[in-house]
C-alpha cells in the first residue's frame, strides 16, 4: 500500500520507461520468493531445523566477534 501511495505522489516523474521496469521488477520479485517459499516448505517438510540453527549461532558469534573488534559502532 505505501510502495503504491509513494507512486502515484511521485507519479509525475516518472516515465513509461520507468514503470516498465518496476513492473519487471515487481514480476521478478514475486517468481523469485514464490520459488523461494515453495523450496523452504519442501525443504522443511522433509528435513528439521539443525542446520538452521547451526547456522543461526555461527552467524550470531561471527556478529558478535565483530562488535567486540569495534567494527559496529
Not at 5 to 32: F, K, P, Q
Not at 52 to 68: H, P, Q, S
Amino acid at each position: 500500500g505505501a510502495t503504491i501511495y509513494d507512486l502515484w505522489e511521485n507519479r509525475a516523474g516518472l516515465t513509461n520507461g520507468d514503470l516498465g521496469l518496476l513492473l519487471v521488477g515487481a514480476v521478478v520479485s514475486g517468481i523469485v520468493a514464490w520459488l523461494a517459499i515453495r523450496w523452504l516448505l519442501r525443504y522443511v517438510s522433509s528435513n528439521d531445523f539443525v542446520p538452521f540453527g547451526w547456522y543461526r549461532i555461527l552467524a550470531g558469534v561471527f556478529v558478535f566477534i565483530l562488535i567486540l573488534l569495534g567494527v559496529f559502532a
